[in-house]
């Protein structure tokens, strides 16, 4: 077992604060053992030097601003102590593995991965394409055409193959990759991203770690350039599209209540 995601709490907590049943968040006010959690890790991302990321919050910082969503899960470790596990979506400065937080479900940005010969593969279709397309001659247009039925099986076929790879896991040591977990939520496919989000990070690390959730939230850190509803430090529920089938799945078992 990995424990090193494992992160103590700074100041002491209360028993009268452990919840007995798991807490989800359905509206924007933390546990209060997700809001020390959460603080916490915000305390981290203001004063670490461990990694660069554009949030829109320092003029100094070069590059696209990216604002992102947090997650902190409060659990309980097989000592018996309480802390808490930390991540984030998608991908943080270039990379989706941090020490500080919780590994990603599955390493898609791993080296010599089947994902990254895929698109480099990928990316030599579409530079043929865009030679021929270059060129304008009339005779080249039957090989364009095939090329792009080409790029599109290819696409197709990795990310099936992604998807595949999304194992989830449950309490109850039940296991379904994002294929299962979408159909059984009756949706044709799985959505980009699925799996990325913060909240399944953690559940993941935390049953395969044999440690016991207790609490969860979500916070966004950073400016988005793309929409008004995310607001710096603001807590948000998991969302329902990506989220909602794949924690109906690993929270089976688990009794659970929202705040």
């Known amino acids: 077992m990995d424990t090193s995601r494992f992160i103590p709490f700074a100041n002491p907590i209360l028993d009268s604060d ?12 933390p546990h209060k053992l997700c809001l020390m959690a959460a603080n916490q890790l915000q305390d981290y991302l203001l004063k670490q030097t461990d ?25 309980k470790n097989q000592q018996n102590e309480i802390g808490f596990l930390a991540a984030f979506s998608g991908k943080l400065a270039y990379t989706n593995d941090h020490s500080y937080f919780v590994p990603p479900v599955f390493d898609s940005l791993a080296e010599n991965s089947f994902l990254n010969k895929g698109m480099t593969q990928l990316s030599a279709i579409i530079e043929e394409i865009n030679e021929l397309e270059t060129q304008q001659q009339i005779n080249n247009l039957p090989q364009i055409s095939a090329l792009k ?3 599109k099986e290819h696409s197709i076929k990795l990310q099936h193959l992604l998807f595949d790879n999304y194992i989830f896991t ?17 949706y044709k496919n799985p959505p980009a991203g699925g799996g990325e989000c913060a909240t399944p990070k953690l559940l993941q690390y935390a049953f395969n770690n044999k440690m016991k959730p207790l ?5 966004w850190w950073g400016h ?3 929409s008004n509803h995310w607001k710096h430090k603001q807590y948000y529920a998991c969302c329902k599209e990506k989220c909602e089938p794949i924690l109906t799945h690993m929270l089976m078992g688990i009794e659970f209540e929202y705040k």
Not at 18 to 29: A, S, Y
Not at 178 to 184: D, F, G, S
Not at 215 to 219: G, L, Q, W
Request: charged share 15%.
């Open 149 to 151: 039925i080409k790029r």
């Open 18 to 29: 452990i919840p007995e049943k798991f807490v989800l968040m359905l509206h924007n006010t």
């Open 51 to 75: 990694w660069v990321h554009n949030f829109g919050l320092n003029n100094y910082i070069n590059g696209n601003i990216i604002g992102k969503m947090f997650g902190v899960l409060v659990v």
């Open 215 to 219: 609490a969860v939230a979500e916070f």
């Open 170 to 186: 449950n309490q109850l040591g039940n296991s379904k990759n994002a294929h299962e977990v979408y159909k059984n939520a009756l």
């Open 224 to 226: 988005s350039p793309k």
